[in-house]
Nanobody, 120 residues
Framework: VQLQASGGGLVQAGGSLRLSCAFSGRTFSNYVMGWFRQAPEKEREFVAY???????NAADFTKGRFTISRDNAKNTMYLQMNSLKPEDTAVYYCAAAMLGTTYPQSYDYWGQGTLVTVSS
């Protein structure tokens, strides 16, 4: 499995970004897809995951601001991030698992990460 995250960048507080994660190598619909993030000098943190059928689970800090989605026909997962805050600054990683949870250890494959920087 190969994962390619993209869409990060520099944005002002209150702005929006849409991250994408392109999946290849296996059958996309067999995998739970997740987003994690890691800020400097902090541990990797769960953001959200989405199951093949569309069921999602997301961290409290995403509520009302971030939306995870997937397009099984395009083998791609997305993270729409609105109302961004400086504390959202981090490298965002996408991951794939047969049995994904909120714990990064449960994911088998990881993308390279995309940097999101939110200026105040």
């Amino acid at each position: 499995v190969q994962l390619q995250a993209s869409g990060g960048g520099l944005v002002q507080a209150g702005g929006s970004l849409r991250l994408s994660c392109a999946f290849s190598g296996r059958t996309f619909s067999n995998y739970v897809m997740g987003w994690f993030r890691q800020a400097p000098e902090k541990e990797r943190e769960f953001v959200a995951y989405i199951r093949s059928g569309g069921r999602t689970n997301a961290a409290d800090f995403t509520k009302g601001r971030f939306t995870i989605s997937r397009d099984n026909a395009k083998n791609t997962m997305y993270l729409q991030m609105n109302s961004l805050k400086p504390e959202d600054t981090a490298v965002y990683y996408c991951a794939a698992a047969m049995l994904g949870t909120t714990y990064p250890q449960s994911y088998d494959y990881w993308g390279q990460g995309t940097l999101v920087t939110v200026s105040s």
